[in-house]
């Protein structure tokens, strides 16, 4: 349990960094700056814990399909071809044991055929894709590595969640693995689940008895991107109705795929990798324990806030939602390459939040400075900063 003194936890809250192994190999780069300027802020702040609602790299693998199909100039590209073997890749991008080569040998013989139908003008080997494979999870593992690491020093309590971008090449157990070795995941509280947990907290101040939060990190299953959409493991909501029960006090849900919205994929096609199909019954559960005070959540690159049933659900920003990519596709948008995060305040006295959007912001001379963002921006954040009752 964490003591604080007070009446309010306060928490820096980022999501959906998708950095890359090059972002940090040049530790002079927009994003290396960033994230750094972030981490020496989050160390001098009053924050009582700091975290990541993941999606925390953005694989290179990504990048490596998107290079052997451009050039579709070709005469031999098969654009049906090329998107059939495109959405088996998509839904065999996770193995539950990817620490082998041989797990490698199915989805090498995809790749093959992929970059057959896209014209790809070398015939690529078994052995050379698994070699470029090999790489990519390293480098994928070290980007992990170096976040953990990093954040770490700022000797705040550190919470990671994984996402979806951490499954496409790396298992869930690798995964766990390293974000083991945040700093805030050495004290946290572990169940039946074999990757959610929680962490809880007692705020004592003179003059009134202590009060208790309990935060949970819930890692529902984020990998299944197959024909069909997303869908909760079998213990997933089981565990955290348990969690809820033995809960004193008032909880906060912390997780990566929003459940604000419904799967309806005839209104929407991407709903089905946006948010569950078990949606509305998971807000329903949430209801009825009536102690959750809110559910951060993060993945879909907007800021929203929605009170369901009683129930608050916030959308924390993506920490690179605008940066690099202006200079990349010519669309308008900040000068500057830019950074994003949540400063909030769960006051559980008088029971309100506070949440402030932070911009970190890189200067042509590289200098970082933070500042708090108050307009609002259309498709990506409303007005700020955002309060409400818990």
């Known amino acids: 349990m964490i003591t604080i003194q007070g009446d309010e936890i306060r928490k820096l809250c980022i999501s959906d960094m998708h950095f890359t192994y090059k972002d ?13 300027g972030f981490t020496d802020y989050a160390a001098q702040s009053n924050a ?28 031999n590209v098969s654009e049906q071809s090329r998107k059939d073997y495109a959405e088996q890749l998509t839904r065999r991008r996770l193995r539950h044991d990817s620490t082998s080569p041989d797990s490698f040998q199915s989805i090498c013989y995809l790749i093959q055929q992929f970059a057959r139908a896209s014209g790809y003008p070398h015939t690529l080997t078994q052995g050379e894709i698994e070699r470029k494979l090999n790489e990519i999870r390293t480098h994928d593992r070290d980007v992990i590595r170096h976040i953990v690491t990093q954040q770490n020093t700022s000797a705040k309590p550190f919470y990671i969640l994984h996402g ?186 008088n029971m309100r939040a506070h949440v402030e959007r932070k911009r970190v912001i890189l200067d042509k001379d590289d200098n970082v400075s933070i500042k708090s963002e108050r307009k609002k921006r259309v498709g990506f954040a409303p007005n700020a900063p955002l309060n409400f009752d818990l």
């Not at 990190?217 to 990998?223: D, G, L, Q, R, W």
């Open 48 to 75: 009582d814990l700091i975290v990541n609602y993941g999606d925390t790299l953005s694989s290179e693998y990504l990048w490596y399909l998107h290079s052997l199909s451009s050039n579709s100039l070709a005469p």
């Open 164 to 349: 979806n971008h951490e499954c496409i090449t790396l298992s869930e157990s690798e995964i766990a693995g390293i974000f083991n070795r945040a700093s805030g995941h050495k004290a946290a509280s572990r169940t039946a689940h074999p990757y959610s947990f929680y962490q809880d907290f007692e705020l004592v101040n003179v003059g009134r008895e202590p009060i208790h939060a309990r935060e949970i990190f819930f890692n529902a299953n984020v990998h299944n991107h197959a024909k069909g959409g997303l869908r909760f493991a079998p213990y997933d909501l089981e565990w955290l109705k348990d969690t809820l029960a033995t809960t004193t006090g008032h909880a906060v849900i912390n997780m990566h795929i929003p459940i604000s919205f419904d799967h309806t994929p005839e209104a929407d096609p991407y709903s089905i990798t946006r948010s569950y199909k078990e949606s509305a019954q998971m807000r329903d559960m949430l209801a009825q324990a009536g102690n959750v005070a809110l559910v951060n959540m993060g993945h879909i690159h907007r800021v929203l806030f929605d009170k369901i049933q009683g129930v608050n659900y916030l959308t924390m920003p993506s920490f690179r939602h605008i940066p690099s990519f202006i200079a990349d596709d010519g669309r308008k948008g900040l000068k500057e390459p830019t950074g994003y995060f949540h400063e909030t305040t769960l006051n559980f006295v």
């Open 24 to 36: 940090f190999v040049d530790t002079h780069s927009p994003m290396a700056l960033l994230y750094n």
